[in-house]
């Protein structure tokens, strides 16, 4: 069920019901960001991709360092998702 909201950030979660992704959203409901928590990217995990807005694919920046926002984000999902399921 495909339920995106104007600016919102969604959580997708892994096979073992983790959360795995972080994903942002702009006002034209398009990805703007990602934030893959679980997966290493050039020997950096976490990691963010940036969108393009024309193509909503990932740019030509390809993967870079959490920002301190982006890095306080990723531990307050992690902190909620396993306080919620006793981790």
Do not use: C
Not at 19 to 38: A, C, G, H, M, W
Not at 54 to 73: F, P, V, Y
């Amino acid at each position: 069920l495909e339920t995106k909201t104007r600016g919102r950030i969604y959580v997708t979660f892994n096979s073992k019901g983790n959360p795995s992704q972080i994903y942002y959203f702009n006002n034209e409901l398009k990805r703007n960001k990602r934030i893959d928590i679980t997966q290493s990217h050039k020997k950096m995990k976490p990691h963010t991709h940036h969108y393009e807005e024309q193509t909503n694919q990932n740019g030509n920046k390809g993967a870079s360092k959490l920002t301190i926002e982006e890095k306080k984000l990723v531990d307050r999902v992690l902190k909620l998702w396993y306080n919620r399921n006793d981790k």
